[in-house]
């Protein structure tokens, strides 16, 4: 089993960054790419960005292009993102999530993922 782990969010105001990490602990598998997503009140969880095991694959959602920013460190099991810039629409709560694939890989649907964390608030205050 693999335990995914965020932290990192709180209150900030409009044009203000937050760093979220993900920890990934448990059976970690030899590689597995990583998301972000997050759940706005009232809505859908949806994607925000991906990563593969190398980090030389990423992609964001249009509403994240330009404004955040993936990254790991997989010597730490650590993943990050990075948010710069950030709106009130931002405000929701953020999830990671992994899943084994090959390294150069990259997972968009929240549906192709097997671990999921708990979750982190991000509030942003106009």
């Known amino acids: 089993q693999v335990k995914m782990v965020e932290s990192g969010g709180g209150l900030v105001q409009a044009g203000g960054s937050l760093s979220l990490s993900c920890a990934a602990s448990?059976?970690?598998?030899?590689?597995?790419?990583v998301g972000w997503f997050r759940r706005a009140p009232g809505k859908e969880r949806e994607f925000v960005a991906a990563?593969?095991?190398?980090?030389?694959?990423?992609y964001y959602a249009e509403s994240a292009k330009g404004r955040f920013a993936i990254s790991r460190d997989n010597a730490k099991n650590m993943i990050y993102l990075q948010m710069n810039s950030l709106k009130p629409e931002d405000t929701a709560v953020y999830y990671c999530?992994?899943?084994?694939?090959?390294?150069?890989?990259?997972?968009?649907?929240?549906?192709?993922?097997?671990?999921w964390g708990q979750g982190t608030q991000v509030t942003v205050s106009s």
């Open positions: 990563i593969s095991w190398s980090g030389g694959h990423t």
């Open positions: 999530a992994a899943r084994e694939i090959e390294p150069t890989t990259l997972v968009v649907t929240e549906y192709e993922y097997d671990y």
């Open positions: 448990g059976r970690i598998f030899s590689s597995y790419a």
